[in-house]
């Protein structure tokens, strides 16, 4: 009996802690779901959506750097090679709502280049919807019609304002007729001037808006554009326009502008030529165009990775502008550009040959 007893209250007792124990085991928790990021294609190739939202975000940049020999737009320029780099960072946000989508535009811009600091600065911040753009992009009057060629100096010959707040509205009618028309931040607070007087870029207590308006059709092969800039300080303008076409592996263009007063510079019709107003010694508006300017250019497709690009421009103020380049790309995103321009100035009886190295990568 009593070992009888002994082991039955040996049992008990295991029985017991092992109860014991089973309560108080530690149970794993389940693990949570995973959150991938969401393709998002509504946009364009590169959207994701931002997790937790319905807003879809784009990031991408550019990394460049070149070698620069001589100046195209300095009559005065003997530099030998001058090394520039430049990084941008593009940040991009679209979503859907009730009117089409709602998009957000950011360009970031490094420049740094030798002899120099670094420099920072907000290239493009602007909103957009239901066709109206509002904040900082370039001019309408360069966006819309596409800037000049397919070349790295092809602003000699001035084609239009860059980087400026705007208020924009664009209207696409889906049949190949397109319009647009813009109200432009004239950034003046004081009465200031350039190029010897024949730029007026600024006045006091000015409040009046530069104003841009343009159409344009495409059909086929061929694209038709004109456009017109009023600048409220100078109260003169210019128009532009131009012709494209494209046939696949060759592309052309061909553009011209009429100053409103030629022996004027103004926002839509001035220089981006140096202003030591070396090519106008005795004018500043030989800086300019004159009366009229006019461009021209072509691209050809030599291979899959290989493109040939050209431009002339030639001005009323006897301005002639060459530039011919190649653009290689070895690989996916990486592009090698050697380019070559030649510049006359007739007003100065200077000439300028400069030569430029670019390698960019993309992503």
């Known amino acids: 009996m009593n070992i009888r007893s002994l082991l039955l209250g040996s049992a008990a007792a295991l029985a017991a802690v092992s109860g014991a124990q089973a309560a108080d085991a530690i149970v794993a928790a389940e693990p949570e779901p995973l959150q991938y990021v969401r393709i998002c294609d509504a946009y364009g190739a590169g959207y994701f959506f931002i997790p937790g939202t319905e807003t879809c975000l784009k990031i991408g940049g550019r990394v460049r750097t070149e070698g620069e020999?001589?100046?195209?737009?300095?009559?005065?320029s003997r530099n030998g090679t001058l090394w520039h780099t430049r990084a941008e960072l593009y940040i991009d946000t679209a979503s859907d709502t009730e009117y089409g989508p709602l998009k957000t535009n950011t360009v970031y811009r490094w420049d740094w280049q030798e002899g120099g600091s670094t420099s920072t600065k907000l290239l493009w911040a602007n909103i957009s919807l239901a066709g109206f753009t509002v904040g900082k992009l370039d001019s309408q009057y360069n966006l819309y019609m596409g800037y000049a060629g397919n070349v790295i100096n092809d602003d000699v010959v001035y084609?239009?304002?860059?980087?400026?707040?705007?208020?924009?509205?664009?209207?696409?009618?889906?049949?190949?007729?397109?319009?647009?028309?813009s109200l432009e931040d004239s950034n003046s607070s004081a009465d200031t001037s350039s190029y010897g007087g024949a730029w007026r870029t600024g006045k006091a207590d000015h409040y009046a808006p530069d104003v841009v308006a343009g159409a344009g059709y495409k059909a086929g092969a061929w694209t038709l554009r004109v456009i017109g800039g009023y600048d409220s300080i100078v109260e003169e303008g210019a128009i532009k326009a131009r012709i494209d076409a494209d046939f696949g592996d060759f592309k052309a263009f061909l553009m011209g502008g009429w100053n409103t007063d030629g022996d004027k510079l103004n926002k839509y019709a001035g220089s981006y030529l140096n202003s030591n107003r070396s090519a106008c010694?005795?004018?500043?508006?030989?800086?300019?165009?004159?009366?009229?300017?006019?461009?021209?250019?072509?691209?050809?497709?030599?291979t899959p990775k290989l493109q040939a690009n050209a431009q002339v421009a030639y001005t009323d103020s006897k301005i002639f502008a060459a530039t011919a380049n190649v653009a290689w790309r070895p690989v996916k995103d990486l592009l090698i550009e050697p380019e070559v321009s030649y510049t006359d100035w007739d007003a100065a009886d200077k000439d300028q040959w400069a030569g430029v190295l670019r390698f960019e990568r993309k992503f």
């Open 69 to 76: 020999w001589y100046d195209a737009y300095n009559a005065n």
């Open 281 to 302: 010694p005795t004018n500043g508006a030989d800086c300019g165009w004159g009366d009229w300017a006019f461009w021209t250019g072509a691209s050809y497709q030599l």
């Open 159 to 181: 084609d239009g304002p860059k980087e400026l707040n705007q208020f924009t509205y664009k209207y696409d009618a889906g049949n190949g007729f397109t319009a647009v028309i």
